[in-house]
T-cell receptor
Framework: GDSVTQMEGPVTLSEEAFLTINCTYT??????LFWYVQYPGEGLQLLLK?????DKGSNKGFEATYRKETTSFHLEKGSVQVSDSAVYFC?????????????FGTGTRLTIIP | EPEVTQTPSHQVTQMGQEVILRCVPI?????FYWYRQILGQKVEFLVS????????KSEIFDDQFSVERPDGSNFTLKIRSTKLEDSAMYFC?????????????FGSGTQLSVL
């Protein structure tokens, strides 16, 4: 079945460091890919998405490119801030109606130290 | 931004007891979901609900689980006879539509502990 594999956490970085959180997927067909973020005490929020190969999703300085050849959707940010401390979830969704579910990875906890 | 609200934030129960987890989805949304995350594991899909019926469910969602939209605003998940392995964070979500790139809005979760 479909699956998402994320980089194991936790990840601890200093402020202004470069961030990469790896995500690879296994799926038949052409899924859409997502990154969700969960800040402390809050629900999961959509951070960015990409719906087809070579699309780049971006938001709040974060970027991820849909790479079909490597089945990857790695999350990157050039200079992290303390406020980026959260749990990040990679997810996929199949491109057909009647199949609404998101398939998530385990989540990666990110802590940014001032 | 509108929010999905879940109550309670923490629920402790004895094995074998029934629990009801409550969610208030965003008011103009039509599709409703429950997901759960056992500590250290992936966030797993349980069930989706549309037009007052289940539209998809996972193999986890067995006869011990049920969902209901009793009054047009609340969306509940009932576990009839809880087991230790039901201990998890349960997330409710809602969306306007079903498109592939549709954004799901999630609540902050209910942490269920079964003793």
């Amino acid at each position: 079945g479909d699956s998402v594999t994320q980089m194991e956490g936790p990840v601890t970085l200093s402020e202004e460091a470069f961030l990469t959180i790896n995500c690879t997927y296994t799926a038949t067909g052409y899924p859409s890919l997502f990154w969700y973020v969960q800040y402390p005490g809050e629900g999961l929020q959509l951070l960015l998405k990409a719906t087809k190969a070579d699309d780049k999703g971006s938001n709040k300085g974060f970027e991820a490119t849909y790479r079909k050849e490597t089945t990857s959707f790695h999350l990157e940010k050039g200079s992290v801030q303390v406020s980026d401390s959260a749990v990040y979830f990679c997810a996929l969704k199949k491109a057909n109606f009647g199949n609404e579910k998101l398939t998530f990875g385990t989540g990666t906890r990110l802590t940014i130290i001032p | 931004e509108p929010e999905v609200t879940q109550t309670p934030s923490h629920q402790v129960t004895q094995m074998g007891q029934e629990v009801i987890l409550r969610c208030v989805p965003i008011s103009n949304h039509l599709y409703f979901y429950w997901y759960r995350q056992i500590l250290g594991q992936k966030v797993e899909f349980l069930v989706s609900f549309y037009n007052n019926e289940i539209s998809e469910k996972s193999e986890i969602f067995d006869d011990q689980f049920s969902v209901e939209r009793p009054d047009g605003s609340n969306f509940t998940l009932k576990i009839r006879s809880t087991k230790l392995e039901d201990s998890a964070m349960y997330f409710c979500a809602s969306s306007v539509g079903l498109a592939t790139n549709e954004k799901l809005f999630f609540g902050s979760g209910t942490q269920l502990s079964v003793l």
